[in-house]
T-cell receptor, first 111, second 113 residues
């Protein structure tokens, strides 16, 4: 079953913050986050494992709430380059890196 | 820095025609995957392979076949193309041990008339 992402779309001004959520009805082993720009391939951002860890990369970070089976992606002080569609991919029960992707969140950052 | 290479990049088929999409990776990855992506939707897994000579069905396997005769190549075949198979197809690969990112190719845009 596909994880649910929210919001479906968000428009920001440069420098503003955003949060993208990913919720699953299944027990999760890990959550992957990818960004895809229009007409390009998805690009890996980060992986979170169960245990509630939080990771960060530059001004993009994420958390994983194992009890709620949710992950959130935090974009701080957004830049124009952050525009694109963000996908979470969830892995259940250490299923050998097999991911089920959410429907995506479109993020547009305007000057 | 080739990474994952997909050929062709674009193709237009007529209903009923057959074709094969090729995916090649040079990272010595064990796992390879084929996804389809439809407008406004996420990636859906068609088939995958955990090693040379092995394949398995994903979420939406009907109408597709795959083969992995060599570790670096993963082929996706459409035996009798249907308009519902119009989509963008992405190949990805990853290492076998846990919690590894998937590396994606640039995609193949396939239109079936």
């Amino acid at each position: 079953q596909q994880p649910v992402q929210s919001p479906q779309a968000v428009i920001l001004r440069e420098g503003e913050d955003a949060v993208i959520n990913c919720s699953s009805s299944k027990a999760l082993y890990s959550v992957h986050w990818y960004r895809q720009k229009h007409g390009e391939a998805p690009v890996f951002l980060m992986i979170l494992l169960k245990g509630g860890e939080q990771k960060g990369h530059d001004k993009i970070s994420a958390s994983f709430n194992e009890k709620k089976q949710q992950s959130s992606l935090y974009l701080t002080a957004s830049q124009l380059s952050y525009s694109g569609t963000y996908f979470c991919g969830t892995e259940s029960n250490n299923a050998g890196n097999m991911l089920t992707f959410g429907g995506g969140t479109r993020l547009m950052v305007k000057p | 820095n080739a990474g994952v290479t997909q050929t062709p990049k674009f193709r237009v088929l007529k209903t009923g025609q057959s074709m094969t999409l090729l995916c090649a990776q040079d990272m010595n990855h064990e796992y390879m995957y084929w996804y389809r992506q439809d407008p406004g939707m996420g990636l859906r897994l068609i088939h995958y392979s955990v090693g040379e000579g092995t394949t398995a069905k994903g979420e939406v396997p009907d109408g597709y076949n795959v083969s992995r005769l060599k570790k670096q190549n993963f082929l996706l075949g459409l035996e009798s193309a249907a308009p519902s198979q119009t989509s963008v197809y992405f190949c990805a690969s990853s290492y076998i041990w846990g919690n590894q990112p998937q590396h994606f190719g640039d995609g193949t845009r396939l239109s079936i008339l």
